[in-house]
């Protein structure tokens, strides 16, 4: 039964906890003796406390809670560049301890300058907190931005000092503390973003005993900090994975609730995700890790040679005629690797493909394909339904379900299963690997992942995409792709100069009877049925697709980069990327977008940390859609001379309550349209322009 249909059929979060979890593998309290409790928060502000204050948000929650005289709460506060001496904490730019007492916050001592990023402050905090305040059980609580495997935190006022914290940088913090006190945590929880994977739990694993985090990005306002600190403070106390599950649900519960009034965007909580994970358990899941990863890379290396097929040993489905004309890296690759075409690259496809269906965590395009994080069980679960590693396949998904003792998601992640997995579609960059390497994973899992982006990068990507057709309103297309097809986005552009175009629109939801994947097909399009937002075209870029058993899309999570200005005027204007829930009409089929959201992009840094901040939009704010300069020969977008990509920006838009993103025509007047096409390893391929008009 779904996660979130077992929450609303058992109700409460009482009934939930009257229950128990000792099939799960907790274990009632002994309700004859209270237990002590001491819960450790490392809240390090950063930019959401000096933007948004959130971190005084959550603290004001803490204050309202009801505490218990078994209960200490100890909170260490820095890291945002902000002082106000008439603020809860009056400066986030030292790093202060505090204590809740009595509904109050009591000072206990500033340690001056510290970056909160560096390993000796979380040291020196776990270890000060457990010496200072010995308890029957000790849990940590670290709150901040949270970029998955590639760390923690970020404090603003060491800008030279390292961007966040290593996860290498955590476990030592955490060893030497363990090593000082001879006390394992119970429980470690992120009120973080996207901290719920496999490699966050292995290397947490020796130092506590459950692990409570997100696999998506999580919303601005963060768990439910009065439930937090009245569930640690409850009597009898629950046991640890009850603590979770009770916090976790709060946290769902809050952002059920936590739209301001007047906002645009109803709900924060369709993409939602919590689990609470047992620590004793990884080392055996990480064990049918291995199991399964080694059968799928032998899956990968079983297939037979063929022989070489197609004109001059590159494969065309029937369909095609001998091509008239390649991409760049068709014309550029070298015949031999063209010609060494096998069942191998078929494989390569299935897995691809299947990692591709996979939901990802980021709610970005640079996110995502910065991170590569997907949901483990259902990755696996899609490949075994190709008849891939099936045996080894159910061993990963028990062990999954041992270790994950709970799981709630929103309605846009309801594939999610607990834990996220590192797994490239494309390339490793040495960089990355270097530091996921330090992270130790199986050799099974790291031959597989090798295996797969080597495959990615031995051979030259070809595709070739036949001029377009114009038929009355229908845009027609067709496709032929060495390494199958992720993308094909019709895009609206303006020619700016030689090679180059200005991308003012695109649309990314291909219809008709196609075989992308396998690498060829037909894809159709309407220009009287062209999404746009007040008659303006965007550019959209898809983030997660949801299809039924049919492979019919049942809905789509869209991204749309504007410049958004407040209704207010009081702050600068800023890039946000609108979130787009798009669904077909269930009765005309035809596509609307509503918008749900914004999140800060930073269009020139990729590897800036994921938005945590939710922007609540509001009738009368104005966004303007954001228009890319491309270079259609280096297939890269234009850089400024100073740096920076090259953009330009449409007609100003003000929201109102009924905006959304509808089919409509094209305006008026002649359009050039180019279709994209974007393979599963990455490499893009172009149609000749067409030009239509519109009457």
């Not at 902000?82 to 400066?91: E, M, N």
């Not at 690797?337 to 709610?363: N, Y």
């Not at 990615?456 to 067709?478: H, N």
């Not at 992009?601 to 945590?612: T, V």
């Amino acid at each position: 039964m779904h996660n979130l249909s077992r929450r609303h059929m058992l109700g409460t979060a009482a009934a939930l906890l009257a229950g128990g979890l000792a099939a799960c593998g907790g274990s009632g309290p002994d309700s004859s003796a209270p237990l002590s409790t001491t819960l450790l928060v490392y809240l390090l502000g950063s930019d959401l406390e000096s933007k948004g204050n959130a971190g005084t948000s959550n603290l004001l929650e803490m204050l309202a809670a009801k505490g218990s005289t078994h209960t200490r709460i100890v909170i260490t506060t820095g890291g945002g560049d902000k002082v106000d001496p008439a603020g809860l904490v009056t400066s986030w730019k030292t790093v202060k301890r505090f204590e809740l007492v009595d509904g109050k916050l009591k000072e206990l001592s500033d340690l001056g300058p510290q970056n909160m990023v560096w390993g000796s402050t979380l040291q020196d905090f776990v270890t000060w907190g457990v010496r200072t305040y010995p308890a029957d059980r000790t849990m940590l609580i670290l709150w901040n931005h949270g970029s998955g495997y590639f760390g923690f935190g970020s404090d603003e006022n060491f800008p030279d000092g390292e961007s966040m914290m290593r996860m290498h940088t955590m476990a030592a913090a955490l060893q030497a503390a363990k090593v000082a006190t001879g006390v394992t945590l119970d429980y470690i929880g992120f009120d973080a973003c996207l901290m719920a994977t496999l490699e966050i739990a292995k290397t947490l694993q020796p130092y506590a005993r459950y692990l409570g985090a997100s696999q998506e990005l999580e919303p601005g306002s963060g768990w439910d900090w009065t439930t937090v600190a009245e569930t640690a403070s409850r009597q009898p106390a629950l046991s640890v994975p009850e603590f979770g599950q009770a916090t976790a649900n709060a946290f769902y519960e809050k952002q059920m609730r936590s739209s301001p009034g007047g906002s645009l965007v109803s709900s924060l909580s369709d993409r939602v995700t919590f689990s609470i994970i047992d620590l004793e358990r990884i080392p055996a899941l990480l064990e049918r890790l291995d199991q399964w990863a080694s059968a799928v890379h032998a899956y990968h290396d079983s297939a037979p040679k063929l022989a070489k097929a197609g004109s001059a040993g590159i494969f065309w489905p029937p369909m095609f005629q001998p091509p008239r004309q390649m991409t760049k890296a068709a014309r550029t690759a070298p015949v031999a690797a063209a010609a060494a075409v096998d069942d191998t690259v078929e494989r390569w496809k299935q897995v691809a493909m299947a990692r591709l269906s996979t939901l990802a965590f980021g709610e970005s395009p640079s996110t995502k394909d910065a991170l590569d994080l997907v949901d483990l069980g259902q990755f696996a679960a899609l490949l075994r339904d190709q008849g891939i590693a099936a045996d080894p396949q159910a061993a990963l998904q028990q062990a999954l379900q041992d270790a994950v003792l709970f799981n709630i998601t929103g309605p846009m992640a309801r594939s999610a299963t607990g834990l996220s997995i590192f797994f490239p579609l494309g390339k490793r960059t040495a960089q990355h690997r270097a530091l996921y390497d330090t992270f130790g994973m199986p050799a099974g899992f790291m031959g597989l992942v090798d295996r797969h982006t080597q495959q990615a990068q031995q051979m030259p990507s070809v595709i070739y995409v036949e001029p377009l057709q114009a038929t009355g309103e229908f845009i027609t297309g067709q496709i032929a792709s060495r390494y199958g097809v992720q993308l094909a986005d019709l895009m609206q552009v303006q020619p700016v100069g030689a090679n180059v175009v200005k991308v003012t629109g695109t649309t990314p939801i291909v219809s008709g009877e196609s075989e992308l994947g396998k690498g060829y097909g037909t894809v159709y399009y309407s220009t009287d049925a062209w999404l746009q937002l007040d008659g303006q075209p965007l550019l959209l870029y898809t983030l997660s697709r949801q299809t039924d058993e049919d492979g019919d899309l049942q809905s789509a999570m869209l991204g749309a980069p504007v410049r958004l200005q407040s209704r207010t005027g009081d702050s600068a204007a800023r890039i946000v990327l609108l979130l787009i829930q798009c669904e077909p009409d269930p009765d005309t089929e035809e596509l609307k977008g509503t918008i749900i959201g914004a999140r800060d992009i930073d269009l020139d840094d990729p590897d800036e940390q994921p938005d945590r901040v939710d922007h609540h939009l509001y009738a009368g704010d104005t966004v303007e859609p954001l228009h890319l300069l491309y270079d259609v020969q280096t297939q890269e977008p234009v850089q400024e001379p100073g740096g920076g990509l090259a953009i330009t920006f449409g007609k100003p838009i003000t929201l109102a309550p009924d905006s959304a993103l509808h089919p409509e025509p094209l305006a008026a007047g002649t359009h050039t349209l180019i279709l994209s096409v974007t393979d599963l390893a990455d490499g893009v391929g172009f149609s000749p322009p067409l030009t239509v008009t519109m009457s």
